[in-house]
C-alpha cells in the first residue's frame, strides 16, 4: 500500500510539472510573438524617418515641385499631384526601401507611401517654401511619421 501512495504521488508530481512546462511554453510563445510585432514596427518607424529625411534633403536641393520629383524619382515610383493650391510629391517604395510602382505597393502590405508638399510663399528676394513630408504605412490614413521642413529660394540677381 505504501508502494502505491509513491506512484500515486510520483503521478501527480508529474502531472504538475508537464502543466507547469506547458504554461510556461505557452507565456514564453506569446512574449516572443510580442516582441516579433515590436520589432516588424520598430523597422518600419525606422525606415519612415529614412525616407523622410531623404526626401526633406530632396526639398533642400531642389528648385521646384518638378525638382523635387526627378530627385524621388527612381525608376516611375513618383508623380506629383496638386491638392488645395499646394503640388504634393508621392512616392512609393517596399517593405525594404526599395522603388516600386503605386500598383505594386497597394498589393504589398508592408509597403511604404510618402507624400511631400510643395507651397512656395513668395517674397520681394526669393520664396521660402514650405515641405509637410509624411509617411504612411500601406494604404493607412494615418501617417507613421511626419516631418515639417522649409527651404528658402533666392532669385536670380536679388542681394
Known amino acids: 500500500m505504501n508502494r502505491h501512495r509513491t506512484m500515486t504521488a510520483f503521478y501527480l508530481e508529474t502531472v504538475l510539472m508537464v502543466i507547469i512546462f506547458v504554461l510556461v511554453i505557452a507565456i514564453l510563445s506569446q512574449v516572443f510573438g510580442l516582441a516579433r510585432s515590436e520589432s516588424r514596427q520598430a523597422q518600419q518607424l525606422t525606415n519612415a524617418v529614412c525616407l523622410a529625411q531623404n526626401a526633406a534633403q530632396a526639398a533642400a536641393g531642389a528648385d521646384s515641385e518638378e525638382g523635387m520629383l526627378r530627385l524621388l524619382d527612381e525608376n516611375g515610383n513618383a508623380r ?19 522603388p516600386v510602382s503605386a500598383e505594386a505597393a497597394a498589393a504589398d502590405e508592408s509597403a511604404l507611401r ?19 513630408i509624411a509617411v504612411y504605412a500601406g494604404a493607412s490614413k494615418d501617417p507613421v511619421y511626419t516631418l515639417n521642413t522649409g527651404v528658402y529660394l533666392r532669385e536670380e540677381g536679388a542681394r
Open 80 to 98: 506629383i499631384e496638386d491638392r488645395d493650391g499646394s503640388s504634393v510629391v508621392t512616392a512609393w517604395y517596399d517593405g525594404d526601401m526599395h
Open 114 to 132: 510618402l507624400e511631400a508638399t510643395w507651397a512656395p510663399k513668395q517674397s520681394q528676394t526669393g520664396s521660402f517654401v514650405n515641405s509637410d
